[in-house]
């Protein structure tokens, strides 16, 4: 099994410090992991000791974890240009790319727009970036507006106890205890005898930028690397008919369902680990 991952951090040209977790495993095959959104780098903690045949890096996405705030809205393009400032910074060339959730929407993307850069693409419970008709536009605008018009409808008022903020996170999103504790730990911060999200409260603000259907088919006939498709039995109920509708846009992919639900990745990790080696030639 891997080392512990190290804390490590990575400064951009714009002097912003994304965050990582590294096992520093230096010399092999190198794999970029993504976070879902409103998670960190710790979801990827249970898998990481089965992920030993990698140099694993795992990245706390802007405004998440301990990596620093934006100044500008959180709009889902720029999630493209961060993580390209992200390889220049850090000199990554060539490597596979795993994106859970939010992370999978933003890596299916990159592949699309960098795909020189990706060896294998592995996608958790995400098939492509999010997309909206286009007569779904104005209100939609409409609502960041008035989002933004509001920024205190964000406000903090912490918790007693991690254990609170924990069981907060299990009725939000049905995680395990475990692994809602793993992500709570490491995106929690303590001030004046409280505890409070380090996630930049705008996160949670709609982004009006959606992509139209055309523009993510787009995007994914433009991915040339293998293609990984990882969904839960309990997982995101959207994805069987999107699997349906975008599978056939890419060149090369493979769908794999295992047992577990949204973060099944967390709560089964052995055999998420084995099916990604497998899928990547290292088995």
């Known amino acids: 099994m891997t080392p512990l991952l190290h804390e490590r951090s990575i400064i951009l040209a714009d002097g912003r410090r994304i965050a990582l977790l590294d ?50 809205p959180y709009v889902f393009v720029d999630w493209l240009d961060d993580l390209y400032q992200l390889t220049l910074a850090a000199g990554w060339q060539h490597f596979t790319l795993l994106g859970h959730s939010l992370g999978a929407y933003i890596a299916a993307a990159y592949a699309g727009v960098f795909p020189e850069q990706i060896a294998r693409l592995l996608l958790l419970e995400g098939l492509g970036p999010l997309s909206q008709p286009d007569d779904m536009w104005p209100a939609r605008l409409r609502q960041e ?85 990882m969904q839960a039995e309990q997982g995101f109920n959207t994805l069987p008919a999107l699997w349906q509708q975008r599978s056939p846009q890419f060149q090369q992919i493979e769908r794999l369902i295992l047992a577990g639900d949204h973060h099944f990745h967390m709560d089964n990790p052995v055999k998420t680990a084995f099916a990604i080696e497998t899928f990547c030639g290292l088995r």
């Open 23 to 72: 096992n520093a495993q230096q010399g092999r095959p190198l794999l970029i992991a993504l976070h879902g959104w409103l998670d960190n780098s710790a979801s990827f903690l249970p898998l990481a000791p089965y992920l030993d045949e990698f140099h694993l890096i795992c990245v706390d996405l802007p405004g998440h974890g301990h990596s620093d705030h934006k100044t500008t």
């Open 145 to 229: 507006i008035l989002q933004r018009c509001a920024p205190m409808a964000w406000a903090d008022a912490g918790f007693a106890s991690v254990a609170e903020a924990v069981k907060v996170r299990c009725m939000m999103t049905k995680m395990k205890s475990a692994a809602a504790r793993l992500i709570c730990e490491r995106q929690l911060v303590e001030r004046d005898g409280r505890w409070h999200w380090r996630s930049d409260p705008r996160l949670r603000e709609s982004s009006s930028l959606r992509m139209s259907d055309g523009q993510v088919m787009a995007l994914l006939q433009a991915i040339s690397c293998p293609v990984l498709f």
